[in-house]
């Protein structure tokens, strides 16, 4: 069958006997599907109302995320959930500072910290997972970003890169050997929660037709940059099956 893939296929072999091609690091040539398996699982990252069009700190498309995520979810055994969940006055708000706007950044005891508008304040509609997603299979929903004074963009090691979310023990204490990262943002908490599962030792997916960005910048270039540097592999929702 003629397939996009097959004839990329095809010029990566022809490119092969010219003896001068080279694959980027983390350009995952899949050719076959990918079959998550029990000792996977999908991670989707922050689909709150915060981060959806209408939302306080909506991520441009946000809402394209979900139905993808609902289509791969079927896929798995194993999916877990992250929901921002910050305290009113966060650390991470612009309001929490004199003469900062939201998109800049301030010093903090750990480090730089870009500053956002409130958003995901905890028990609000705003910081509730999106209804149109439908996870009936979903095992756990882990918070993060509840210490006022730290954030916490990945899903396993808040911003001071010392407290842990417990979730790296969780995975592995059912058995998790790789996984596979969706939801929003692609350069922030989608990053981070990807390359700090490869710190942890997982094989790590980011599936980035499951993603949106917020972009700031050049930050989506550069988490890429990062991530594929980490080893983390770059698919589309496409390349995965049951
Ligand atoms: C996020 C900025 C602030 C994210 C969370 O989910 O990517 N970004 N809080
Ligand atoms: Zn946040």
Redesign the pocket.
């Known amino acids: 069958m003629i397939t996009r893939r097959n004839l990329l296929k095809t010029a990566f072999y022809a490119a092969g006997t010219l003896g001068a091609y080279s694959v980027p690091a983390g350009w995952s040539f899949a050719a076959e599907k990918i079959h998550p398996d029990e000792r996977s699982v999908l991670i989707v990252?922050?689909v709150?109302n915060?981060?959806i069009e209408g939302g306080t700190?909506a991520?441009p498309n946000g809402s394209a995320v979900i139905p993808v995520i609902n289509r791969i979810a079927p896929i798995f055994t194993n999916i877990v959930l992250?929901q921002?969940w910050?305290t009113a006055g966060h650390s991470?708000f612009a309001s929490a500072y004199d003469y900062k706007k939201p998109f800049e950044s301030v010093r903090l005891a750990y480090g730089e910290q870009?500053l956002?508008p409130d958003?995901?304040v905890q028990g609000t509609q705003d910081a509730a997972i999106h209804q149109d997603l439908v996870l009936p299979s979903a095992q756990l929903i882990l918070r993060k970003?509840y210490h006022k004074t730290i954030?916490?963009?990945s899903a396993f090691t808040e911003a001071d890169r010392k407290t842990t979310t417990g979730l790296a023990a969780y995975l592995k204490a059912h058995g998790i050997q790789s996984v596979y990262v969706t939801?929003?943002?692609?350069?922030?908490?989608?990053?981070?929660t990807a390359m700090d599962a490869r710190r942890a030792g997982f094989e790590t997916f980011v599936v980035e037709d499951a993603c949106r960005a917020?972009d700031l910048n050049g930050s989506l270039a550069a988490a890429w940059e990062q991530m594929l540097q980490q080893g983390v592999k770059r698919i589309q929702s496409a390349d995965l099956a049951s």
């Open positions: 990252v922050d709150q915060c981060f700190l991520v992250t921002d910050h991470s870009v956002w958003h995901c970003g954030d916490s963009y939801g929003l943002a692609t350069d922030f908490c989608v990053a981070w917020i």
